[in-house]
Protein backbone atom coordinates (compact mmCIF):
# COMPACT_ATOMS: atom_id res chain seq x y z
CA UNK A 1 0.00 0.00 0.00
CA UNK A 2 1.04 3.60 -0.69
CA UNK A 3 2.32 5.43 2.38
CA UNK A 4 0.20 6.69 5.03
CA UNK A 5 -1.15 9.98 4.90
CA UNK A 6 0.91 12.16 7.69
CA UNK A 7 -2.55 12.60 10.02
CA UNK A 8 -2.09 8.73 10.40
CA UNK A 9 1.31 8.06 10.90
CA UNK A 10 3.37 7.95 14.34
CA UNK A 11 -0.58 7.33 15.81
CA UNK A 12 1.03 4.75 18.51
CA UNK A 13 -0.35 5.08 22.08
CA UNK A 14 3.12 5.98 22.96
CA UNK A 15 3.64 8.71 20.50
CA UNK A 16 0.38 10.12 21.26
CA UNK A 17 0.84 9.95 24.80
CA UNK A 18 4.31 11.83 24.75
CA UNK A 19 2.58 14.42 22.62
CA UNK A 20 -0.13 14.96 25.51
CA UNK A 21 2.24 14.76 28.02
CA UNK A 22 4.86 17.83 26.16
CA UNK A 23 1.70 20.33 26.29
CA UNK A 24 1.08 19.97 30.22
CA UNK A 25 3.22 22.34 31.88
CA UNK A 26 6.90 21.50 33.03
CA UNK A 27 6.25 22.28 36.72
CA UNK A 28 3.49 19.76 36.75
CA UNK A 29 4.13 16.27 37.88
CA UNK A 30 3.63 14.02 35.02
CA UNK A 31 6.01 10.79 35.83
CA UNK A 32 4.50 7.99 35.15
CA UNK A 33 1.78 7.00 38.54
CA UNK A 34 1.23 10.70 38.58
CA UNK A 35 -2.41 11.70 38.11
CA UNK A 36 -1.92 13.87 34.57
CA UNK A 37 0.04 10.41 33.70
CA UNK A 38 -3.03 8.21 35.03
CA UNK A 39 -5.79 10.81 33.66
CA UNK A 40 -4.06 10.96 29.93
CA UNK A 41 -3.40 7.12 29.15
CA UNK A 42 -6.62 6.04 28.63
CA UNK A 43 -7.08 8.89 25.96
CA UNK A 44 -3.96 7.97 24.21
CA UNK A 45 -5.33 4.55 24.05
CA UNK A 46 -8.66 5.20 22.73
CA UNK A 47 -6.88 7.79 20.26
CA UNK A 48 -4.60 5.27 18.91
CA UNK A 49 -7.47 2.66 18.67
CA UNK A 50 -9.28 5.19 16.60
CA UNK A 51 -6.30 5.97 13.99
CA UNK A 52 -5.98 1.81 13.66
CA UNK A 53 -9.61 1.91 12.54
CA UNK A 54 -9.43 5.04 10.02
CA UNK A 55 -5.99 3.19 8.82
CA UNK A 56 -8.15 -0.19 8.27
CA UNK A 57 -11.28 2.21 6.78
CA UNK A 58 -8.68 3.59 4.46
CA UNK A 59 -7.14 0.59 3.39
CA UNK A 60 -11.05 -1.13 2.46
CA UNK A 61 -11.52 1.82 0.19
CA UNK A 62 -9.30 0.74 -2.33
CA UNK A 63 -9.34 -2.92 -4.52
CA UNK A 64 -5.85 -3.43 -3.88
CA UNK A 65 -5.77 -3.88 -0.30
CA UNK A 66 -9.12 -4.60 0.75
CA UNK A 67 -10.62 -8.45 0.94
CA UNK A 68 -13.61 -10.38 1.50
CA UNK A 69 -17.16 -8.53 1.17
CA UNK A 70 -15.18 -5.41 1.29
CA UNK A 71 -13.75 -6.23 -1.96
CA UNK A 72 -17.38 -7.90 -3.49
CA UNK A 73 -18.99 -4.26 -2.62
CA UNK A 74 -15.75 -2.42 -4.94
CA UNK A 75 -15.91 -4.70 -7.78
CA UNK A 76 -19.95 -4.51 -7.80
CA UNK A 77 -19.29 -0.86 -8.25
CA UNK A 78 -17.82 -1.47 -12.05
CA UNK A 79 -20.45 -4.83 -12.27
CA UNK A 80 -17.98 -7.85 -11.64
CA UNK A 81 -19.51 -10.10 -8.94
CA UNK A 82 -17.54 -13.04 -7.24
CA UNK A 83 -18.30 -16.43 -8.56
CA UNK A 84 -20.31 -19.08 -6.35
CA UNK A 85 -18.46 -22.56 -5.82
CA UNK A 86 -19.10 -24.84 -9.11
CA UNK A 87 -20.46 -28.76 -8.18
CA UNK A 88 -17.73 -31.38 -9.93
CA UNK A 89 -19.51 -33.54 -12.75
CA UNK A 90 -18.59 -37.13 -13.78
CA UNK A 91 -19.82 -40.23 -14.82
CA UNK A 92 -20.78 -43.59 -12.91
CA UNK A 93 -21.04 -46.95 -13.87
CA UNK A 94 -23.11 -49.40 -12.84
CA UNK A 95 -22.26 -53.29 -12.93
CA UNK A 96 -25.95 -55.59 -12.57
CA UNK A 97 -28.34 -57.79 -14.05
CA UNK A 98 -29.13 -56.46 -16.98
CA UNK A 99 -32.73 -54.12 -17.52
CA UNK A 100 -32.14 -52.57 -14.07
CA UNK A 101 -33.03 -49.18 -14.15
CA UNK A 102 -31.24 -46.97 -11.70
CA UNK A 103 -33.42 -43.57 -11.33
CA UNK A 104 -31.95 -40.18 -11.55
CA UNK A 105 -31.08 -38.42 -8.14
CA UNK A 106 -29.19 -41.74 -6.95
CA UNK A 107 -26.75 -41.02 -4.48
CA UNK A 108 -23.54 -42.58 -4.47
CA UNK A 109 -20.59 -41.34 -2.54
CA UNK A 110 -16.60 -41.94 -1.74
CA UNK A 111 -15.54 -44.08 1.38
CA UNK A 112 -14.94 -42.27 4.54
CA UNK A 113 -11.24 -42.22 5.29
CA UNK A 114 -10.88 -43.06 9.21
CA UNK A 115 -7.08 -42.69 8.91
CA UNK A 116 -7.08 -39.23 7.83
CA UNK A 117 -10.34 -38.25 8.85
CA UNK A 118 -11.84 -37.48 5.03
CA UNK A 119 -15.81 -37.75 5.42
CA UNK A 120 -17.43 -38.89 2.49
CA UNK A 121 -18.42 -36.61 -0.77
CA UNK A 122 -21.65 -37.36 -2.27
CA UNK A 123 -22.85 -37.38 -5.52
CA UNK A 124 -25.85 -37.58 -7.26
CA UNK A 125 -27.22 -38.90 -10.72
CA UNK A 126 -29.09 -36.38 -12.97
CA UNK A 127 -30.53 -39.08 -15.19
CA UNK A 128 -31.44 -42.76 -15.09
CA UNK A 129 -29.08 -45.41 -15.76
CA UNK A 130 -30.21 -48.81 -17.26
CA UNK A 131 -27.57 -51.90 -17.36
CA UNK A 132 -27.54 -53.41 -20.74
CA UNK A 133 -26.86 -56.65 -22.08
CA UNK A 134 -23.36 -56.37 -20.91
CA UNK A 135 -23.93 -55.92 -17.21
CA UNK A 136 -23.06 -52.35 -17.17
CA UNK A 137 -24.50 -48.89 -17.71
CA UNK A 138 -23.60 -45.27 -17.06
CA UNK A 139 -25.07 -41.96 -15.92
CA UNK A 140 -23.78 -38.10 -15.62
CA UNK A 141 -23.28 -37.56 -11.84
CA UNK A 142 -22.93 -34.26 -9.81
CA UNK A 143 -21.42 -33.60 -6.40
CA UNK A 144 -23.72 -32.37 -4.16
CA UNK A 145 -21.42 -30.11 -2.27
CA UNK A 146 -20.38 -27.47 -4.72
CA UNK A 147 -15.98 -26.76 -4.80
CA UNK A 148 -13.01 -28.61 -5.52
CA UNK A 149 -13.66 -31.44 -2.70
CA UNK A 150 -15.81 -33.27 -5.46
CA UNK A 151 -13.23 -33.65 -8.11
CA UNK A 152 -11.39 -36.71 -7.30
CA UNK A 153 -9.32 -39.38 -8.84
CA UNK A 154 -11.17 -42.83 -10.93
CA UNK A 155 -12.08 -45.15 -9.19
CA UNK A 156 -12.82 -43.97 -5.81
CA UNK A 157 -16.96 -43.66 -5.82
CA UNK A 158 -17.67 -47.02 -4.66
CA UNK A 159 -20.55 -46.79 -2.55
CA UNK A 160 -24.29 -46.10 -2.74
CA UNK A 161 -26.65 -44.21 0.05
CA UNK A 162 -29.85 -46.86 -0.96
CA UNK A 163 -29.45 -49.85 -1.89
CA UNK A 164 -30.99 -50.54 -5.53
CA UNK A 165 -31.90 -53.99 -6.41
CA UNK A 166 -29.79 -56.15 -9.23
CA UNK A 167 -27.09 -53.46 -8.51
CA UNK A 168 -23.71 -55.31 -7.53
CA UNK A 169 -21.31 -52.52 -7.64
CA UNK A 170 -20.34 -49.31 -8.67
CA UNK A 171 -17.29 -46.95 -9.52
CA UNK A 172 -16.50 -43.80 -11.36
CA UNK A 173 -14.36 -45.26 -15.01
CA UNK A 174 -12.80 -41.37 -14.81
CA UNK A 175 -11.95 -38.81 -12.26
CA UNK A 176 -14.72 -36.47 -11.83
CA UNK A 177 -14.23 -32.58 -13.53
CA UNK A 178 -15.00 -29.16 -13.01
CA UNK A 179 -15.28 -28.25 -9.59
CA UNK A 180 -14.47 -24.93 -8.34
CA UNK A 181 -14.68 -23.13 -5.31
CA UNK A 182 -15.98 -19.99 -4.77
CA UNK A 183 -13.57 -17.53 -6.16
CA UNK A 184 -11.05 -15.87 -4.05
CA UNK A 185 -10.08 -12.48 -3.20
CA UNK A 186 -7.17 -13.28 -5.83
CA UNK A 187 -8.72 -14.24 -8.85
CA UNK A 188 -11.68 -11.68 -8.27
CA UNK A 189 -8.94 -9.27 -7.94
CA UNK A 190 -7.64 -9.97 -11.40
CA UNK A 191 -11.02 -9.81 -12.96
CA UNK A 192 -11.29 -6.70 -11.04
CA UNK A 193 -8.52 -4.86 -12.68
CA UNK A 194 -8.81 -6.63 -15.99
CA UNK A 195 -12.13 -5.19 -16.03
CA UNK A 196 -11.11 -1.79 -15.02
CA UNK A 197 -8.13 -1.30 -17.31
CA UNK A 198 -8.79 -3.21 -20.20
CA UNK A 199 -12.26 -2.56 -20.77
CA UNK A 200 -14.30 -4.19 -23.94
CA UNK A 201 -16.32 -2.39 -26.04
CA UNK A 202 -18.87 -2.81 -29.10
CA UNK A 203 -18.44 -6.42 -28.69
CA UNK A 204 -14.30 -6.60 -28.86
CA UNK A 205 -12.58 -9.93 -28.04
CA UNK A 206 -11.60 -8.46 -24.69
CA UNK A 207 -15.84 -8.23 -23.78
CA UNK A 208 -16.36 -11.58 -25.02
CA UNK A 209 -13.70 -12.22 -22.68
CA UNK A 210 -15.39 -11.02 -20.09
CA UNK A 211 -18.61 -12.04 -20.62
CA UNK A 212 -17.43 -15.72 -20.58
CA UNK A 213 -15.20 -15.19 -17.07
CA UNK A 214 -18.31 -13.91 -15.46
CA UNK A 215 -19.74 -17.62 -15.46
CA UNK A 216 -18.69 -19.75 -12.60
CA UNK A 217 -16.44 -22.65 -13.70
CA UNK A 218 -14.38 -20.74 -16.53
CA UNK A 219 -10.54 -21.36 -15.93
CA UNK A 220 -9.61 -20.16 -19.46
CA UNK A 221 -11.15 -18.36 -22.49
CA UNK A 222 -10.39 -17.96 -25.71
CA UNK A 223 -11.89 -15.54 -28.54
CA UNK A 224 -11.82 -16.56 -32.21
CA UNK A 225 -13.23 -13.86 -34.29
CA UNK A 226 -14.91 -14.67 -37.66
CA UNK A 227 -14.45 -18.48 -36.68
CA UNK A 228 -16.71 -19.77 -39.54
CA UNK A 229 -16.29 -16.58 -41.65
CA UNK A 230 -18.19 -13.16 -41.85
CA UNK A 231 -20.67 -12.29 -38.44
CA UNK A 232 -19.52 -15.97 -36.31
CA UNK A 233 -17.47 -15.90 -33.23
CA UNK A 234 -16.13 -18.39 -31.65
CA UNK A 235 -15.48 -19.36 -27.91
CA UNK A 236 -13.20 -21.91 -26.67
CA UNK A 237 -13.62 -22.38 -23.00
CA UNK A 238 -11.09 -24.07 -19.95
CA UNK A 239 -12.03 -25.19 -16.26
CA UNK A 240 -10.47 -24.00 -13.59
CA UNK A 241 -7.92 -26.54 -13.68
CA UNK A 242 -6.43 -25.82 -17.17
CA UNK A 243 -8.89 -28.80 -18.80
CA UNK A 244 -11.20 -28.43 -21.33
CA UNK A 245 -14.41 -26.94 -19.60
CA UNK A 246 -17.42 -29.96 -18.66
CA UNK A 247 -20.82 -29.62 -20.92
CA UNK A 248 -22.59 -27.72 -18.08
CA UNK A 249 -20.02 -24.89 -18.24
CA UNK A 250 -20.38 -24.66 -21.48
CA UNK A 251 -23.94 -24.32 -21.90
CA UNK A 252 -24.01 -21.73 -19.34
CA UNK A 253 -21.37 -19.27 -21.01
CA UNK A 254 -23.92 -20.35 -24.16
CA UNK A 255 -26.70 -19.28 -22.23
CA UNK A 256 -24.80 -15.56 -21.30
CA UNK A 257 -23.78 -14.40 -24.21
CA UNK A 258 -26.17 -15.42 -26.87
CA UNK A 259 -28.37 -18.53 -25.85
CA UNK A 260 -30.57 -18.57 -29.01
CA UNK A 261 -27.40 -18.66 -31.44
CA UNK A 262 -28.78 -16.65 -34.16
CA UNK A 263 -27.47 -13.36 -33.68
CA UNK A 264 -30.44 -11.67 -32.19
CA UNK A 265 -28.92 -10.05 -29.30
CA UNK A 266 -31.10 -11.88 -26.74
CA UNK A 267 -27.79 -12.58 -24.81
CA UNK A 268 -24.79 -10.31 -23.81
CA UNK A 269 -23.75 -10.04 -27.29
CA UNK A 270 -24.83 -7.42 -29.67
CA UNK A 271 -27.20 -8.29 -32.43
CA UNK A 272 -25.51 -9.55 -35.74
CA UNK A 273 -22.51 -11.92 -34.27
CA UNK A 274 -23.30 -15.26 -34.30
CA UNK A 275 -21.66 -17.21 -31.05
CA UNK A 276 -20.33 -20.56 -30.76
CA UNK A 277 -19.27 -21.42 -27.45
CA UNK A 278 -17.06 -24.92 -27.32
CA UNK A 279 -14.38 -26.74 -24.82
CA UNK A 280 -11.42 -26.47 -25.43
CA UNK A 281 -10.04 -29.57 -27.45
CA UNK A 282 -7.64 -31.66 -24.94
CA UNK A 283 -4.16 -32.51 -27.00
CA UNK A 284 -2.40 -35.45 -24.31
CA UNK A 285 1.34 -34.74 -23.79
CA UNK A 286 2.68 -37.99 -23.01
CA UNK A 287 6.49 -38.91 -21.65
CA UNK A 288 8.44 -42.34 -22.72
CA UNK A 289 12.10 -41.57 -21.04
CA UNK A 290 14.69 -44.45 -19.06
CA UNK A 291 16.03 -43.07 -15.60
CA UNK A 292 18.65 -43.42 -13.37
CA UNK A 293 17.66 -43.11 -9.80
CA UNK A 294 18.94 -42.27 -6.59
CA UNK A 295 19.20 -45.14 -3.99
CA UNK A 296 15.96 -45.63 -1.67
CA UNK A 297 12.99 -44.20 -4.18
CA UNK A 298 10.81 -46.45 -5.82
CA UNK A 299 9.37 -45.75 -9.09
CA UNK A 300 6.08 -44.77 -8.38
CA UNK A 301 7.02 -42.03 -6.13
CA UNK A 302 9.22 -40.73 -8.80
CA UNK A 303 6.48 -41.22 -11.33
CA UNK A 304 3.96 -38.80 -8.83
CA UNK A 305 6.82 -36.34 -8.75
CA UNK A 306 7.04 -36.47 -13.05
CA UNK A 307 3.38 -36.23 -13.32
CA UNK A 308 3.13 -32.95 -10.81
CA UNK A 309 5.79 -31.22 -12.91
CA UNK A 310 4.34 -31.67 -16.41
CA UNK A 311 0.79 -31.32 -15.33
CA UNK A 312 1.80 -27.52 -13.28
CA UNK A 313 3.70 -26.66 -16.70
CA UNK A 314 0.88 -27.62 -18.82
CA UNK A 315 -1.09 -25.46 -16.57
CA UNK A 316 0.74 -22.42 -17.58
CA UNK A 317 0.26 -23.01 -21.29
CA UNK A 318 -2.53 -23.31 -21.11
CA UNK A 319 -4.27 -20.63 -23.92
CA UNK A 320 -1.14 -18.46 -23.38
CA UNK A 321 1.61 -20.33 -25.23
CA UNK A 322 1.16 -22.53 -28.56
CA UNK A 323 4.39 -24.81 -27.64
CA UNK A 324 5.14 -27.33 -25.33
CA UNK A 325 8.68 -27.18 -25.23
CA UNK A 326 10.37 -30.55 -25.17
CA UNK A 327 13.76 -28.63 -23.15
CA UNK A 328 11.28 -27.38 -20.64
CA UNK A 329 9.88 -31.15 -20.20
CA UNK A 330 13.66 -32.11 -19.63
CA UNK A 331 13.96 -29.95 -16.93
CA UNK A 332 11.39 -30.88 -15.61
CA UNK A 333 12.93 -34.14 -15.14
CA UNK A 334 16.30 -32.61 -14.12
CA UNK A 335 14.54 -30.62 -10.89
CA UNK A 336 13.35 -33.69 -9.49
CA UNK A 337 16.43 -34.27 -6.39
CA UNK A 338 15.60 -38.75 -6.86
CA UNK A 339 16.64 -38.12 -10.72
CA UNK A 340 20.10 -38.24 -11.37
CA UNK A 341 20.22 -38.35 -14.88
CA UNK A 342 17.54 -39.76 -17.81
CA UNK A 343 18.18 -40.89 -21.50
CA UNK A 344 15.84 -41.60 -24.49
CA UNK A 345 13.48 -38.98 -23.75
CA UNK A 346 10.31 -38.84 -26.27
CA UNK A 347 7.54 -36.74 -25.66
CA UNK A 348 4.26 -37.91 -28.18
CA UNK A 349 6.74 -40.49 -29.68
CA UNK A 350 9.22 -37.64 -30.58
CA UNK A 351 12.87 -37.23 -29.49
CA UNK A 352 13.88 -33.34 -28.99
CA UNK A 353 10.42 -31.87 -31.02
CA UNK A 354 8.22 -29.27 -29.56
CA UNK A 355 4.41 -30.17 -29.90
CA UNK A 356 2.60 -27.16 -31.19
CA UNK A 357 -1.07 -26.72 -29.66
CA UNK A 358 -3.21 -25.24 -32.20
CA UNK A 359 -5.66 -22.47 -31.82
CA UNK A 360 -8.53 -23.88 -29.70
CA UNK A 361 -6.48 -26.56 -28.32
CA UNK A 362 -5.10 -27.18 -24.39
CA UNK A 363 -2.24 -29.95 -23.61
CA UNK A 364 -3.26 -32.11 -20.76
CA UNK A 365 -1.02 -34.56 -18.96
CA UNK A 366 -0.73 -37.88 -20.86
CA UNK A 367 0.84 -41.33 -19.74
CA UNK A 368 4.31 -41.39 -18.73
CA UNK A 369 6.16 -44.41 -19.46
CA UNK A 370 9.52 -44.92 -17.38
CA UNK A 371 11.78 -47.49 -18.77
CA UNK A 372 14.29 -48.82 -15.69
Known amino acids: MAELPLFLQEQTEEHIMQRMLARVPSDIDKSEGSFIW ?27 TTYGAYLDLRAAEHGVTRRPAVAAVGTIRFT ?11 AVLTPADEG ?13 ATVGSEGTGTAP ?16 ITLM ?9 VTNPEETRGGADTESDELLLERFYAQVRHQGTSGNKAQYMKWAGEVPGVGGVQVR ?9 GIYLLDTDKRAANADIVAAVQRHIDPTMDGQGEGMAPAGPVVTVMAAEE ?3 AIRVKLTLASG ?4 EVKALIEKGLRDYLKQLAFADPLVRFTRIAAILLDIPPIIDYTDLTVNGKADANIEILPGQVAVPGAVEIDE
Open 96 to 106: GVPGTVVPAGT
Open 116 to 128: TNEPSVEYETTQP
Open 38 to 64: DAQAPVAFVLAEAAGWAQQVLQRGFAG
Open 297 to 300: VTLP
Open 141 to 156: IRALVPGRSGVVPAGV
Open 283 to 285: VPI
Open 161 to 169: STPVSGITA
Open 225 to 233: PLWQGPGTV
